[in-house]
């Protein structure tokens, strides 16, 4: 019996696991990747004149080279500067989650041993996991590719868009399948394959920055260390300009590889085991483990730090273009200034970039939140419900880690914009007192979404999960990043909590929305809790 | 059959439990139809069921999890719904199906669970660490399903509870580990706190119980000391006799006799076992056996089954 006898079943198995998830990552990328070329190819068609110097801009700041490769003055390129770091993480991340999910998870839950017994080679697993990567990767490719034509690029350049997009992930389903065999938990094999996508983006982002620029500022060559990084090779292809298609084989060089080594492995390891062991850990609990904010803080501290340190690298950017907004003309400064509702174009952009904090920020807020819900349908709560902790502690317990985590972050991202901000502009006091003011009235709205998903956690708790993030989706596209833009009518933005954020610093803070916004929130907050106390709990089969 | 025991009640003591027709449903099903069960304080009761009768539908009712649709539950003199919390001090629990947090350690989880309690005794957590075997380093996702079962038993036996409502308590553990827990239970019982044991192990509860409530459905079926269930049924009688005991099918109470090479095998109403035993010493009784029913024939009963052997 070959290895990878089994292989194909596995992956019928893997597809139908999947039919909902795989769709869901490809079709939202191609989504998100169509809204917001449509969106830069209406605001240049409207005017053309704008699109060198937007260019320019991106060229000569190195902060902002090291979002991405530009390639020329296209929309096409400008866009995919702008979205391809974020569309490669996701392409890597669908991928190292679909490889993870079929191997190590597979193992770690015992269903590896359930698939092992039957007529299944010991690379069927890997084997699976890989085809169904790449075949998700394939389709990503084709939907990116066509969401760009769709809205108006040409032909070639959209195709070789999608592929450099799903390039990364076919890399990365290569990581993936090695860090599965290396350690010997899912969350050690995808955290291993989540530190090489750190270190591809800053091996990009240096080659990048450190790049040269051509005599008209509009297209950047990379240096060295972009050709060690999977993401780099992705932006060789340069799509919309020179359209190169042999880096592509540098990706798939790497997927032989790795899937080659990953195999190598599995044949020296046992089934359940990783290469590396896992570490033992406290016979004792600290003392701020025992209590149940502290043990909450305790179950979300990781995620937090991983947010911590992505609004702190973003912070500096956006703090460091500060300078660059003052020279902004034409159309960019239209959208700040609708957005920051202010002629003040610098007060109007620091006010933008800290509502994307604020809409971050959210999105962790409510991944901490649905927690709950996780809790409860995977058994954890029972035990602890068991105890003398009453159902509004432990719901206490999480509101209170999701509000000092939301503070600390849009502080944090406030400080790294002040310290960038402030060494290129100075009056670092000044800035300071204002951006801290514009991070702290972020969080009325924040709480908002968190009540809302905390009574839907307790209304509806078989579909808070999917619910909760429909309104998240919802609540950042009729907000005012994207409402205005798709000229969506008055009351239907005004809907979304972050409507009534006030744009400071660019306008000073009244009182009105933000007591508004606190009731809204104390109001779902007292739906939750009520709920809470009437249901039963939803436990597990 | 004791199955409504409002007619015996000591008024003066306050029950461990009493559950009176709770009824329970989820969607179209009746997870618990009816159901009466008390457990008086100081006795290990044995609550026996297979899967899916609603044992641990009945705990959690009485853990305040779930809230009864009809009938009323006290636990400890408390309503277990309203004053879950409160009373939580006093219960320890074990889950039937353990989940932990996975990046917690096993010792960590018991100091967790044992502070949310209200506090645990020191001496206990480590007696009972060494004598279950458990490595209180290890991650909780790297534990063994017999090993998380052993990290819920020593965070609830490490408490100092008037109640515990264990749930399946063994599943999962090696005869070895099965023996230390019986050895637990008894202690606990030596100490006077109340033990509520789930099960679908008979010799479990054969061991340990001083009481026992079968479930069937949702309901309670049969409830009482093991000896008052086995008086409420039927004796196998075997005995060899000089010449063949024809005419005991007809004596009051005996059912499903057999003959087979002089040796006659026959069940007996327990009332009606001196009258059998008297007319079969009329054929000349050469040799005679008679065994109780086990728990297992009790349990099987109740299920239907044919048990004649």
């Known amino acids: ?392 502690r432990w719901l206490s317990a999480y509101a209170v880690n999701a509000l000092v985590g939301a503070a600390l972050l849009v502080l944090l991202f406030a400080v790294a914009m002040v310290i960038a901000g402030g060494m290129v502009l100075g009056d670092t006091p000044s800035l300071l007192r204002d951006l801290v003011g514009a991070a702290l009235v972020q969080l009325p709205a924040i709480a908002v979404l968190g009540a809302a998903v905390l009574a839907l956690v307790m209304l509806l708790p078989r579909w808070s999960v999917g619910l909760s993030w429909v309104l998240v989706v919802f609540a950042i596209f009729v907000g005012p990043m994207f409402g205005p833009s798709l000229g969506l009518p008055s009351w239907l933005m005004d809907l979304s909590p972050f409507s009534h954020v006030p744009n400071a610093p660019a306008v000073s803070i009244s009182p009105g929305p933000v007591v508004a916004l606190v009731a809204v929130c104390a109001a779902l907050a007292g739906v939750a809790t009520l709920a809470m106390r009437r249901r039963d709990l939803a436990l597990p089969a | 059959m004791v199955e409504a025991r409002e007619d015996v009640c000591h008024d003066a003591r306050v029950r461990a439990i009493e559950l009176r027709d709770i009824v329970k449903t989820f969607g179209e099903v009746r997870a618990l139809d009816g159901l009466y069960l008390t457990v008086e304080p100081g006795e290990v009761h044995g609550f026996l069921g297979p899967n899916g009768a609603g044992k641990s539908t009945a705990i959690r009712v009485l853990l305040g999890l779930l809230k009864a649709d009809s009938g009323s539950a006290t636990m400890l003199g408390g309503d277990p719904w309203r004053d879950a919390a409160e009373l939580h001090r006093r219960v320890a629990y074990v889950p039937g199906d353990v989940a932990l947090w996975p990046n917690l350690t096993g010792g960590e989880v018991i100091d967790v669970l044992g502070r949310m309690r209200g506090g645990l005794d020191e001496g206990r957590r480590a007696e009972m660490l060494d004598r279950f075997e458990l490595d209180p380093r290890k991650k909780a996702r790297t534990y063994s399903k017999g090993n998380r079962q052993k990290v819920a038993l020593v965070a609830a036996l490490s408490a100092r509870a008037d109640l515990y409502l264990l749930d399946e308590p063994t599943s999962g553990l090696d005869p070895l580990m099965e023996a230390e827990f019986q050895r637990a239970v008894l202690e606990l019982k030596s100490a006077g706190a109340t033990v509520l044991l789930s099960s679908h192990i008979l010799a479990e509860a054969e061991a340990l119980a001083d009481r026992i409530s079968i479930i069937r459905a949702g309901r309670v079926v049969q409830s009482g000391t093991l000896a008052e269930l086995r008086h409420l049924t039927r004796t196998t009688v075997i005995a060899d006799t000089a010449t063949p005991a024809t005419g005991i099918g007809e004596v009051d109470g005996v059912h499903n006799p057999q003959f087979l090479d002089g040796r006659v095998t026959f069940d007996v109403d327990s009332d009606h076992l001196d009258a059998a035993v008297r007319a079969l010493a009329a054929f000349g009784v050469r040799s005679l056996a008679a065994h109780p029913p086990t728990l297992e024939e009790l349990f099987l009963r109740q299920y239907g089954e044919d048990v004649t052997t």
């Open chain 1, 1 to 392: 019996m070959s290895g990878f006898t089994g292989t194909m079943r596995l992956v019928r198995l893997a597809l139908r696991r999947d039919r909902i998830t795989l769709p869901a990552w490809t079709l939202g990328m191609a989504a998100f990747l169509a809204a917001t070329t449509a969106m830069f190819e209406d605001s240049y068609t409207k005017h053309p004149e704008l699109l060198a110097p937007d260019t320019q801009i991106v060229v000569e700041n190195p902060g902002m080279r090291v979002l991405g490769l530009v390639t020329g003055p296209t929309v096409g390129g400008y866009t995919m500067h702008r979205d391809g770091l974020t569309l490669a993480v996701l392409a890597a991340l669908m991928s190292v989650f679909a490889v993870v999910r079929h191997t190590r998870q597979s193992e770690e839950l015992g269903r590896e041993e359930m698939l092992g017994a039957g007529v299944v080679g010991r690379y069927a697993s890997i084997g699976a996991a890989v085809i169904v990567a790449l075949a998700a990767n394939l389709v990503l490719a084709g939907l990116l590719g066509l969401g760009m034509i769709v809205a108006g690029q040409p032909v070639t350049g959209s195709l070789v868009a999608g592929i450099s997009i799903a390039l990364v992930g076919v890399a990365f389903t290569g990581v993936a399948a090695v860090t599965s065999q290396l350690a010997s938990t899912t969350r050690g094999a995808t955290g291993l394959a989540a530190a090489a996508l750190g270190a591809s983006f800053l091996l990009a982002a240096t080659g990048n920055m450190l790049g040269t620029v051509d005599s008209a500022a509009l297209r950047v060559t990379s240096a060295w260390p972009a050709w060690l990084s999977p993401i780099g090779w992705s932006q060789q292809m340069r799509p919309f300009a020179d359209n190169l298609w042999w880096p592509a084989g540098l990706s798939a060089l790497a997927l032989g590889l790795l899937t080659s080594g990953a195999v190598l492995l599995a044949g020296r390891r046992d089934v359940g085991r990783g290469m590396w062991p896992e570490r033992r850990g406290a016979a004792r609990a600290r003392p701020s483990l025992l209590s149940p904010s502290g043990l909450v803080w305790r179950l979300q501290r990781g995620a937090l730090l991983g947010w911590a340190i992505g609004l702190v690298g973003f912070g500096l950017v956006f703090g460091a273009l500060s300078e660059q907004i003052g020279g902004l003309e034409g159309a960019a400064t239209e959208w700040y200034a609708a957005f920051g509702g202010d002629a003040d174009l610098l007060g109007a952009y620091w006010a933008s970039m800290m509502q994307v904090a604020g809409l971050a920020v959210a999105a962790y807020v409510v991944t901490l939140l649905l927690r709950l819900h996780h809790d409860e349908a995977q058994g954890t709560l029972e035990p602890v419900l068991g105890t003398a902790v009453s159902r509004l």
